[in-house]
């Protein structure tokens, strides 16, 4: 089974909307970690916003929020006042703890979701 | 802070040559991780080294090695090239800590065409 799942390959929004990207994630550990990154077609990999799996209070950057749902697993990134910038592709991360052979926590992809904002 | 720099920022090979990616972490960053991304498979986990020690590593043939210096910059190398090597090879940095908040910082990648 995939460890994180981006159900949405493309999404369309109008500039100065808001648009809600989805992230559903599957571990048994009760510790872990969640990341959103950006990558637009330059390549590059931008660091958008985090969440712990104890942090009581939805995760807040800017015009990006996470819309965490513990108990569903799932970790939706919310877009406000989408602007033409935020067309790239975007990618939720989960981080936890190490398996056999490793000793450090890792970082696993979804397979992203390619967000068009239009004028 | 001068971000993730890697070099070169493009590659063209011929199968069965070996090729050597570099990268330079943010500055203090003791951790670096390299990534593979190909449309098929999308981003997967290659190794990550910190001081000088690799520390994780995914599910890769051993033709793919990396290396980390004392200046924590890292290179990657792939022997025997074939042609579904061709990617967009992705280096992050970080901290280096061993928690769940340990932020990577991501490079603007090496893009490797192997014809």
């Known amino acids: 089974a995939q460890k994180i799942t981006q159900t949405q390959p493309g999404m369309f929004v109008q500039e100065k909307e808001a648009v809600t990207l989805d992230c559903t994630y599957d571990?048994?550990?009760?510790?872990?970690?969640l990341f959103w990154y950006k990558q637009p077609s330059s390549g590059e990999m931008i660091f958008l916003i985090y969440?712990?799996?104890?942090?009581?209070q939805n995760a807040t950057e800017g015009r990006y929020s996470l819309n965490f749902q513990k108990a569903r697993k799932s970790a939706n990134l919310v877009i406000s006042a989408s602007q033409l910038g935020d067309s790239a592709m975007y990618f939720c991360a989960m981080r936890e703890a190490p398996n056999s052979g490793g000793s450090n926590y890792k970082l696993t992809f979804g397979k992203g979701t390619l967000l068009t904002v239009n004028p | 802070k001068a971000g993730v720099t890697q070099t070169p920022r493009y590659l063209i090979k011929t199968r069965g040559q070996q090729v050597t990616l570099s990268c330079s972490p943010i500055s203090g960053h003791r951790s670096v991780s390299w990534y593979q991304q190909t449309p098929g498979q999308g981003l997967q986990f290659l190794f990550e080294y910190f001081s000088e020690t690799q520390r994780n590593k995914g599910n890769f043939p051993g033709r793919f090695s990396g290396r980390q210096f004392s200046n924590s910059r890292s290179e990657m190398n792939v022997s025997t090239l074939e042609l579904g090597d061709s990617a967009l090879y992705l280096c992050?940095?970080?901290?280096?800590?061993?928690?769940?908040?340990?932020?990577?910082?991501f490079g603007p990648g090496t893009r490797l065409t192997v014809l």
């Open positions: 571990t048994s550990d009760q510790s872990y970690g």
């Open positions: 992050a940095s970080s901290l280096g800590g061993t928690g769940l908040t340990d932020t990577q910082y």
């Open positions: 969440q712990g799996s104890y942090d009581e």
